[in-house]
């Protein structure tokens, strides 16, 4: 497939009368959307300074002036830069300063968001959906390699980065997704991901945008709101990332469920089981794929492809092992399923065959150089394969515990707690081992009815969950705290560690069992050893 460019993508629509963006009870037809950011554009090129940085911060929810500015930026040659209305303070302007805005257009709600802070002389100006016009549209010329974009990374594991987005990065998977889906004039694509990040562009409006389907535009996320909107906008697509198919799953169901105009959706980082429950309730394929900001790797999923797996990967993806970067051998498990050579089998997704649509991070060259060494890109990703060259996700090098000398993955850790009934969301992430290394902490969302003996006896019986990668501490939490875009904080968790507020269980002798972490150090040990019960869990107060 040639790689187009979003600008050819918007030239196509110019003339198309049809819906191309619906917003609550408002609807712009796609001509009056291109020619609004045609305008726009125009004013853009006046506004911005010659000899600087063409960047224009927006700090805004997923309102019909986001798509009709990204739009005028394609059109003037500008950069868009995707702010998140999450940030606070200091950490939002460091931001914008990092990338370099001329100005930012702010939703009149976010600008108290702007007000006192130290952006360096940097104009805030409202945000507002430009008028439609019939001036002739005269957009700058553009390539695929020519940049339209910063989108910043989540900012699980610290400041987050400004990830360069081309033309063609966002563009190819749009046209890409359109044709592999057969989505077209008669679809309406629900976008309900902050535009600010890269799956609700590139996952979302790129494919309503390259099919020439209609756009529907959720201001922010809602699991309540998600079907009455499928069904009000009959969307026949929809992307996600991490949770908001769980959270849609959890809303009480009723017995007309299925009846909705939903074929597809698409995303990465979903719950299996939530998948599948959603499929099942709403009468659609759900299809999780594996993705990154960053961009780099790609993934092949067909209809053979065991549950939990990312599927097989592109001619050019390896898994090197991150000391001696060689690939792995495949993965070799016992008669319980369980992975018995993760020191060899589990390794960083690298494509060796370089960038992909990586373009680098804004004004971080020490990043780049992190992400691209001996002309390969690596993820950072963990992961371990099959014999029969299936992948499965086991984490991010950050998120590697080692426990008694032996490396472990978070994520088929998780993948085993939230098999419990009880558990509807759980975290893994490393603690300090008073010795040496690490030990493993959990943190568990559950349904109220989860209890410690019952907790320990369901571990017990997991056949591929090995002993070292049993949780050390269990923390009882209300919610994991998360990112915008639905990416746990678990540096945020480490960081409390198993002394935190809440209810916390730990281990109790060698035995899976648990027992409140207060009972434990108040002298309980060799009671829960033995073989006594172990009670509910009680209140930490340390």
């Known amino acids: 497939m040639a790689v187009p460019t979003v600008t050819e993508l918007l030239l196509a629509r110019a003339g198309d009368d049809r819906p191309g963006l619906l917003f609550e009870d408002e609807t712009y037809t796609w001509a009056e959307h291109v020619r609004a950011s045609a305008c726009q554009a125009t004013a853009l090129r006046t506004a911005l300074r010659p000899g600087e940085p063409p960047h224009v911060g927006v700090l805004a929810d997923n309102v019909p002036a986001f798509s009709i500015l990204l739009g005028a930026c394609a059109f003037a040659g500008a950069v868009l830069v995707g702010l998140n209305p999450t940030r606070r303070g200091a950490a939002l302007a460091r931001d914008i300063r990092l990338a370099d805005c001329q100005f930012v257009f702010a939703e009149e709600k976010y600008r108290p968001l702007l007000a006192g802070l130290d952006l360096g002389g940097i104009e805030v100006r409202d945000l507002a959906a430009h008028p439609a016009a019939d001036d002739p549209i005269e957009p700058v010329p553009a390539t695929a390699e020519d940049l339209l974009m910063l989108i910043f990374t989540s900012g699980t594991s610290g400041d987050p980065k400004a990830v360069r987005c081309t033309h063609g990065k966002i563009a190819f998977p749009g046209a890409m997704l359109a044709e592999r889906f057969r989505l077209s004039t008669a679809d309406t694509v629900y976008v309900s991901m902050p535009l600010f990040h890269s799956n609700a562009v590139m996952a ?107 599927g097989r990967p592109a001619e050019d993806v390896a898994i090197l092992h991150p000391h001696t970067g060689r690939p792995c051998p ?73 426990v008694d000398g032996e490396n ?10 939230l098999r419990h009934p009880a558990i509807t969301d759980a975290a893994v992430y490393a603690v300090p081992d008073p010795v040496t290394g690490d030990q493993v902490m959990a943190a568990v969302v559950t349904d109220g009815t989860l209890d410690a003996d019952g907790f320990g006896r369901f571990l017990a019986a997991q056949p591929d969950l090995g002993p070292k990668q049993v949780p050390r501490y269990v923390r009882s939490v209300q919610e994991l705290p998360r990112t915008s875009t639905f990416k746990v904080l678990k540096r945020r968790l480490s960081a409390e ?46």
């Open 204 to 310: 979302g409006w790129a494919v309503g945008l390259a099919a020439g389907a209609g756009i529907a535009l959720r201001r922010r996320f809602s699991a309540s709101g998600f079907l009455p909107d499928v069904r009000k906008f009959e969307a026949t697509y929809a992307s996600y990332v991490g949770k908001p198919l769980s959270y849609v799953v959890a809303t009480p169901a009723r017995p007309d469920d299925a009846d909705n105009p939903l074929r597809l959706v698409y995303g990465n980082e979903g719950a299996g089981a939530d998948l599948a429950a959603f499929e099942k309730r709403f009468g659609c394929k759900v299809i999780d794929a594996f993705g990154s900001t960053e961009g780099g790797v790609g993934f092949a999923r067909t209809d053979d492809t065991p549950p939990g797996s990312l």
């Open 497 to 542: 560690g198993p002394h935190c507020p809440g209810d916390v269980w730990e281990r109790a002798g060698k035995d899976i069992a648990y027992l409140p972490s207060n009972a434990l150090r108040n002298g309980s040990r060799q009671a829960a050893s033995s073989g006594s019960n172990a009670p509910k869990s009680v209140p930490n107060s340390q």
């Open 408 to 417: 472990l993955g978070t994520a088929p850790i998780e993948r085993i707690l």
């Open 330 to 402: 495949p993965a070799e498990f016992d008669s319980g399923g369980r992975l018995t050579n993760a020191e060899e089998a589990v390794g960083e997704l690298v494509n060796t065959a370089g960038a992909g649509w990586f373009a680098g991070y804004y004004r971080d060259p020490a990043a780049d150089a992190d992400r691209l060494r001996d002309g390969r890109f690596h993820t950072g990703d963990l992961a371990y394969a099959d014999a029969a060259g299936f992948c499965y996700f086991a984490g991010r090098l950050g998120d590697w515990l080692r």
